[in-house]
């Protein structure tokens, strides 16, 4: 019985131990349960939400991954599309020259903008006129890529460059050249957009740019295409953006690093090719990194004519009225894209003559068949070509917008009872026009053609007109911001002479001068006596301390007027100019006369009226007629030891800062007080700062001497010089220049502005004539002339017994409140007046005398 009870608590301990183990093993059931349900809810519940958190964009870059996986599928590449596996890594597994394709996130989203050829249409065979461009890009960069193993024997040295920049004016098949490179190629062709590596987030733009090149090189050869690329990679400046300045230098880097070549050690068949119609905003670095660049100009006649064949081959035209020579000629100045956009409007001609013919018969017109439409003529490109303006390169300018011209002039080697032809001067190009002589054309212009400069470092603002000294052939001359002076023969546009570093002599027309920033004014000679040394004399020394923008000579070619940012005003005598040939050419260190005390401003324009001097600078809303004091043209010129040096230029009382020096009164006294005199100003209001803004005096003997001049609202103001009374010797000195100087003479009527504008277009409001108001109103001013009643009044109203009143003009038209007139022109007739400036306008005028 003793035994019983222990085996009792045997078997309690032993259930007790079992029922423990049972608990812990029911425990770590329950524990692994909830394990598994934590790990299954975490996975798929909080997990996505979590990821979702960390990274927002994780759908995006998902739906990138598969988009990019079928993208490569359609490019028959092989792909292997996974996360986190590093290039360096597979490239090494694999153990081939080409790294295995593994796209990351970054990678997928590049991939997307990856062309295949198939969806590209345009070829070599479709681009007219770049045949020599397109040889080189054959030979330099499609078959470096597409052929290695005919480049193999010179290891790198025949590899392809590693960035190709094409560069010219907009519209000229830049970015058609890049397309028929990715189809002709072969090759990977990544087009990569500026919103492509624009991420929100900081850094991820960077790592965009390391994906673009990763990708690059899986996919070798390749070709990563950028249009526009002065706008991702410019110039790099103080101001500019930490994040801005990290893009473009990850892409150096990357581009031409120490991680450039691919795993074998040699250069990466990776080629950036850019476009760009701005090829001086782009980095200087970028630019190193881009060592074939290709000159995408306007199109040549030949040229013209191809792209013409292209556009028009399957279009009809009429066997009999169309010429397509012609038509090749009169589209000078024009780019592809403009030439394209002239001929979609000719072609919609004869479907516009077919619709207004049949507009009321709508049966007709349901049933009608296109073959019944007449082929184009060459009539049906009138009106039109006149409409596309050339294209004007805007490499070497910050400024944005419409083109601007700087400078007109008309030929003064015409017969006056001619046609008279004109020039005006832009950056890039020169525009010849012709005026119609009773032409009842709402546009009397006819553009004859256009000169194009296709120097990238041209930059052009200037012109004067000369001839060639023994055929008489008329030359045009174009200088500009390049320091050179270009001279073309205009009969056949051909460029005659380029020399480095521009007015032409009244009294010899092979005789040009030129001002220029280096503060020296050159004074050339196109005689073929003179073609060796070209120029005969250089006037600079103690003249000017800044650029120059303006000179003028006299009538009698013996003194040449200066002026430009300095302020100053300098009179100089022209030596015996020699007609042998020269090896130096003459130095003239000092000017006759020297003054900065006319103006407050930069000079921007000087000229002649007689003995008398107009000037003009910014800032300054009047324009000066001032005089020399004992400066008569009919005295011998002065020798040049007695120009005046600053050095014995005695200050006085009048002259404090010694602003004025002269040969002509050396010293002030009570019986010359003066060294100059003040005569009377002409009111030009709203100019404001702008400079560069230059007036035009029509001064020939036997018509009326009127001055213009064109402010920054777009008005544009007369002055009728022959009619300002005797007042300190005004008129003495031009008063033998007009043979009706006696009299008072009659005041031209002006007509409105004639604007340039395609057929059928309102010419304008009507402006009624006979109204007399205040001509210092700005914006939209009405025409302004006075009655023969209100003629008397005249000498009141326009007073100038006070030198310091300026003088109102006597006539006022208004165009655009936005057009800024550079510069006006008169035709050796003195019919037509024409003002040019911004916003790619052109004011034609035309004076009628009573």
Not at 89 to 106: F, K, P
Not at 678 to 690: A, D, I, M, Y
Request: net charge negative; aromatic share 8%; charged share 20%.
């Amino acid at each position: 019985m003793s035994d019983q009870p222990t085996s009792w608590l045997r078997l309690a301990a032993e259930m007790g131990r079992k029922r423990k183990l049972g608990d812990i093993a029911m425990d770590l059931l329950l524990f692994a349960g909830v394990m598994t349900a934590g790990l299954y809810i975490a996975q798929n519940f909080l997990h996505p939400i979590l990821s979702n958190i960390a990274d927002p964009d994780k759908e995006k870059h998902e739906q990138a991954r598969r988009q990019a996986k079928a993208h490569l599928e359609r490019l028959n590449r092989p792909r292997n599309v996974e996360n986190g596996v590093r290039d360096d890594e597979r490239a090494q597994q694999a153990g081939s020259n080409t790294e295995d394709l593994v796209l990351n996130e970054y990678e997928s989203m590049v991939a997307l903008e990856m062309v295949a050829s198939q969806d590209i249409h345009v070829g070599f065979d479709d681009i007219g006129g770049l045949d020599m461009i397109i040889e080189e890009l054959k030979e330099s960069v499609i078959y470096p890529l597409t052929l290695p193993h005919l480049y193999s024997h010179s290891a790198s040295l025949l590899s392809a460059p590693s960035g190709v920049l094409l560069f010219g004016p907009p519209g000229c098949g830049k970015t058609m050249l890049a397309k028929a490179v990715a189809r002709e190629s072969g090759a990977s062709f990544i087009n990569l957009h500026i919103s492509t590596i624009t991420e929100k987030w900081y850094g991820d733009s960077n790592k965009i740019v390391r994906a673009v090149f990763s990708l690059a090189r899986k996919m070798q050869p390749s070709i990563i295409f950028i249009d526009e690329i002065d706008a991702v990679l410019g110039r790099r400046r103080s101001g500019e953006h930490e994040a801005s300045g990290m893009v473009k230098a990850e892409f150096m880097t990357l581009w031409d690093g120490l991680t450039s070549a691919n795993s074998s050690g040699r250069p990466a068949q990776i080629v950036v090719l850019g476009a760009t119609n701005r090829i001086h905003d782009i980095d200087d670095a970028i630019l190193r990194r881009m060592p074939k660049k290709f000159p995408v100009p306007l199109p040549g006649q030949a040229q013209r004519r191809k792209i013409l064949e292209l556009l028009l081959q399957e279009t009809k035209r009429d066997a009999r009225d169309f010429d397509l020579d012609y038509v090749s000629q009169v589209t000078a100045g024009m780019s592809g894209s403009d030439i394209k956009e002239a001929c979609r409007e000719a072609a919609m001609a004869p479907v516009r003559e077919y619709l207004k013919t049949y507009a009321n018969d709508r049966r007709h017109m349901a049933t009608a068949n296109p073959s019944e439409f007449r082929g184009i003529r060459t009539s049906d490109f009138a009106g039109r070509i006149s409409r596309q303006v050339p294209v004007e390169d805007k490499g070497n300018s910050t400024e944005a917008g419409y083109e601007k011209f700087f400078d007109v002039k008309f030929c003064p080697y015409q017969p006056l009872n001619c046609d008279a032809v004109f020039a005006a001067v832009s950056k890039k190009h020169v525009v010849l026009c012709r005026l119609r002589h009773g032409s009842e054309d709402a546009n009397p212009c006819e553009i004859m053609s256009v000169i194009r400069d296709d120097d990238h470092e041209a930059s052009s603002c200037c012109c004067t007109w000369t001839r060639d000294p023994v055929s008489g052939s008329p030359y045009l001359c174009i200088g500009g911001v390049d320091a050179k002076v270009k001279i073309y023969d205009v009969c056949n546009l051909n460029l005659v002479e380029d020399v480095n570093d521009l007015a032409t002599s009244p009294v010899d027309s092979s005789i040009i001068a030129s001002a220029s920033d280096d503060t020296s004014i050159r004074i050339w000679s196109i005689d073929p006596v003179h073609r060796k040394q070209p120029c005969l004399c250089i006037l600079a020394g103690e003249g000017h301390s800044w650029n120059l923008l303006t000179l003028a000579f006299h009538n009698n070619g013996r003194y040449l007027l200066s002026g430009g940012h300095d302020q100053v005003i300098n009179l100089w005598t022209i030596p015996d100019l020699p007609t042998s040939p020269v090896t130096t050419p003459l130095q003239i260190h000092y000017p006759h006369f020297s003054t900065s005390a006319i103006h407050s401003g930069i000079v921007d324009c000087v000229a002649f009226y007689g003995d008398q001097i107009l000037s003009r600078a910014c800032h300054d809303n009047v324009i000066v007629l001032w005089r020399i004091e004992g400066f008569s043209s009919d005295n011998p010129p002065l020798p040049q030891s007695a120009a005046p040096t600053p050095q014995i230029v005695v200050p006085s009382n009048e002259d404090p800062d010694r602003l004025t020096r002269s040969a002509f009164v050396p010293t002030i006294s009570s019986i010359c007080p003066a060294q100059y005199t003040r005569l009377l100003e002409f009111h030009t209001p709203s100019c404001g700062p702008q400079f560069f803004m230059r007036f035009k005096l029509h001064h020939v003997p036997g018509q009326n001497p009127v001055l213009a001049f064109c402010n920054a609202a777009g008005n544009i103001f007369f002055w009728d010089l022959n009619r300002l009374p005797r007042y300190r010797n005004v008129m003495q000195a031009t008063r033998h220049l007009h043979s009706d100087a006696g009299k008072p003479g009659q005041l031209p009527t002006w007509l409105k502005p004639v604007i340039p504008r395609p057929r059928g277009e309102s010419s304008g409001r009507v402006r009624v004539s006979g109204s007399d108001i205040d001509s210092t109103t700005s914006g939209q001013v009405e025409s302004v002339e006075s009655s023969p009643e209100t003629l008397a009044s005249w000498a009141s109203k326009y007073s100038i017994e006070d030198p310091q009143e300026p003088l109102r003009a006597h006539k006022t038209e208004s165009s655009s409140t936005n057009f800024v007139g550079r510069q006006a022109a008169w035709s050796p007739s003195g019919e037509w007046c024409v003002v040019v400036g911004s916003s790619n306008t052109t004011l034609i005028l035309q004076r009628q005398v009573n």
